[in-house]
């Protein structure tokens, strides 16, 4: 039981050979079924014409005169002829006598034709009897194995009603269906023992590729993520089988580089503020200093830890935002108050950096969201495009009803700024962690490099898109489509 459970190709070498078995069992009985009829309907037809045949000789000759009499050398047709008692009164043969069967009599005295089997003692209906070539004690004819009889009305005279028997052995017919019979059985047997034993040829070589399949998927480990599954499979289903895990293996190469990556960044970006803890609380412990110097030192020394901090925070919000862990979305959420407290957050900073902050936006679209992950959202963009921005320069928040390709209606949140923009070589890269326009790991602008990966996540997390276009010199344009829930 526990091989079938387990074993596909067993499970489908068995289903494929019951239903070929069963198929070909159908057709053999069906063949024989039909042999078995048309036996049958050929003599009950030649009966039928000899009865015919033997009642209008009897009507012309208003009795028995001229009816046949068998020799059993020359002819193997039973006449008989008997009253409404069943008594014979007539036979064409003079040692033998068909047997009379009272209730098909009385049917054909009503004039109704009927056809029996008769071996022995015994009567069959409906079908050739092959049990009519055992020459058993008793038998009417055990060499001949059996006779095909039909009732058949005479027309009513003087002398009272009659009903005419006309027998016909099927020996022949019996031995035909008895060989076919036997014939099929072999033919059955034989094709059986075929059948499984192509249905499991088949299964096992179409199972074969699907086996190369996993052997080469076993080797591969973390080690090897650069390899690929090469099998020569003409199957378009395990072609897309090995499509699709080959991409699966991509995926993982990718995700493992990108793990290996963030690590190996996190632990720099780490590395750094604590060295320079290290180092600033060496020094200040050399000798002594004065107040103000301790001061100093321990400015230091607090900028290092917040901006520590900082990026712990950050780490941790991107690695629940990337599972959807800290999402808790609210129904039907108005953006535009949203937009207003996050806008005026940042009106005094902006304000301080002589920049121009605009926010021009439409009230009644709203959206299922997370309201502290979008205000983180909005947040991190806002703040970056201040910080980026010269003084003079103009930083723009709008919001706008826009349906996306697919027809859906959504809310486009777009920030722009005339700052600094970003260069065209790293327009492909801003939203990889850790990530700076200027390639270094200098952090006098501030970030860590993970602001814009968490905008991306938690964009994603609200099915929605982001898409920024930036030129060198001329500002950058952030867009966000958020799928809305009403008007």
Known sequence: MR???????????????????????????????????????SVDSTLTSLARSIADSWTRNNGPQNLPIRNDKDSEVYVQVVDSQGTVVYTSSKEDYLPVEGDLLRQALQGKEFFTDAVGRHRHRGRLDVSALSDREGSLWPEKGGVRII???????????????????????????????KMLIVISIGAVLIVVG????????????????????????GSTLTSRIEVPVRDATLNHLVEVLNAMLKRLETAFLTQARFVNDAAHDLRT???ALRSELEITLRQTRSENEYIQALKGCLTETEYM????????????????????????????????????????????????LIMDFEKNLRVDCDQLAIERLLRNLLDNGIRYTPAGGLVELVLRDKSDLKGCGGAEITIRDTGIGIGSQDLPHIFERFYRSDGARRRDGGGSGLGLSICRSIVLNHGGAIHIQSERGKGTCVAIWLPCTSS
């Open 309 to 356: 901090g900082s990026l712990t925070e950050n780490l941790l919000a991107l690695a629940k935002f990337d599972s959807g862990l800290q999402m808790e979305i609210e129904k039907a959420i108005p953006l535009g108050p949203l937009l207003e407290r996050v806008n005026s957050e940042f009106r005094e900073l902006a304000e301080q950096n002589q920049i121009t």
């Open 198 to 221: 192509v249905s499991a040829f088949l299964v096992w070589n179409t199972f074969k590729p699907l086996r190369q399949i996993i052997a080469v998927a076993e080797e591969i480990d």
């Open 151 to 181: 009732y058949w009305p005479l027309p009513e005279s003087k002398e009272g009603n009659y009903v005419l028997q006309v027998g016909l052995p099927v020996k022949e017919q019996v031995e035909m269906l008895l060989n076919l019979g």
């Open 273 to 275: 503020p604590l060295s």
């Open 3 to 41: 091989l079938w459970k387990n074993s596909l190709p067993l499970r489908l070498a068995v289903i494929t050979g019951t239903v070929f078995i069963v198929v070909l069992i159908t057709a053999l009985l069906a063949s024989f079924l039909t042999t078995d009829y048309l036996l049958k309907s």
